[in-house]
T-cell receptor, first 119, second 114 residues
Framework: GAVVSQHPSRVICKSGTSVKIECRSL??????MFWYRQFPKQSLMLMAT?????????EQGVEKDKFLINHASLTLSTLTVTSAHPEDSSFYIC???????????????FGSGTRLTVV | DQQVKQNSPSLSVQEGRISILNCDYT??????FLWYKKYPAEGPTFLIS?????DKNEDGRFTVFLNKSAKHLSLHIVPSQPGDSAVYFC?????????????FGTGTRLQVTL
């Protein structure tokens, strides 16, 4: 089945530094990838949608200069949290969509998430 | 503006009984609905889905019902097992050409007791 690999699974960084999170589709080419953020006991909130080779589309209220998204290939998207602050501490999850899906999940596959802690 | 809502934040069910998780939505343009199971610090795991042109889909112990007129869907788990204890999210796909993004509900924590 479709697999999405997300790394790192957890990262601790100092305030003011930048952190990069990678999302890879391992056995399919994903023209579209999504980045979500989840605060404790809350829902998954979509941050942005990235399409291979073009600029990401950010949801309202998400700072594009703070959360840099790059989707340079059909199998890799990265989220960089720039100048991280403690309030950026959260659980970040990526999702990749297989455009040729033939499963009942409509092609959406999720990564295992990244726990970011900014100290 | 929460377009997908799960009004019960938690549910406790005895092992062997039926678990019913509910989800309401406001956007009539949603065309697919999906249910996910999630553990803390892990990504969501897909369970079952339903197209907006159907009213029921069944897969093993899981059945999803869709009532379009009421903008309501529910997930039935029968029989419930202790391993089903997790947080369940419903998600809806927008048919608006916006890269087919999913909108998630607020989640329901299911506890299956012995």
């Amino acid at each position: 089945g479709a697999v999405v690999s997300q790394h790192p699974s957890r990262v601790i960084c100092k305030s003011g530094t930048s952190v990069k999170i990678e999302c890879r589709s391992l056995d399919f080419q994903a023209t579209t990838m999504f980045w979500y953020r989840q605060f404790p006991k809350q829902s998954l909130m979509l941050m942005a949608t990235s399409n291979e080779g073009s600029k990401a589309t950010y949801e309202q209220g998400v700072e594009k200069d703070k959360f840099l998204i790059n989707h340079a290939s059909l199998t890799l998207s990265t989220l960089t949290v720039t100048s991280a602050h403690p309030e950026d501490s959260s659980f970040y999850i990526c999702s990749a969509r297989d455009p040729f899906w033939d499963r009942s999940n409509y092609g959406y596959t999720f990564g295992s998430g990244t726990r970011l802690t900014v100290v | 503006d929460q377009q997908v809502k799960q009004n019960s934040p938690s549910l406790s069910v005895q092992e062997g009984r039926i678990s019913i998780l509910n989800c309401d939505y406001t956007n009539s343009m949603f065309d697919y609905f999906l249910w996910y199971k999630k553990y803390p610090a892990e990504g969501p795991t897909f369970l079952i889905s339903i197209s907006s042109i159907k009213d029921k889909n069944e897969d093993g112990r899981f059945t999803v019902f869709l009532n379009k007129s009421a903008k309501h869907l529910s997930l039935h788990i029968v029989p419930s097992q202790p391993g089903d204890s997790a947080v369940y999210f419903c998600a809806a796909r927008g048919d608006t050409g916006t890269a087919s993004k999913l909108t998630f509900g607020t989640g329901t924590r299911l506890q299956v007791t012995l």
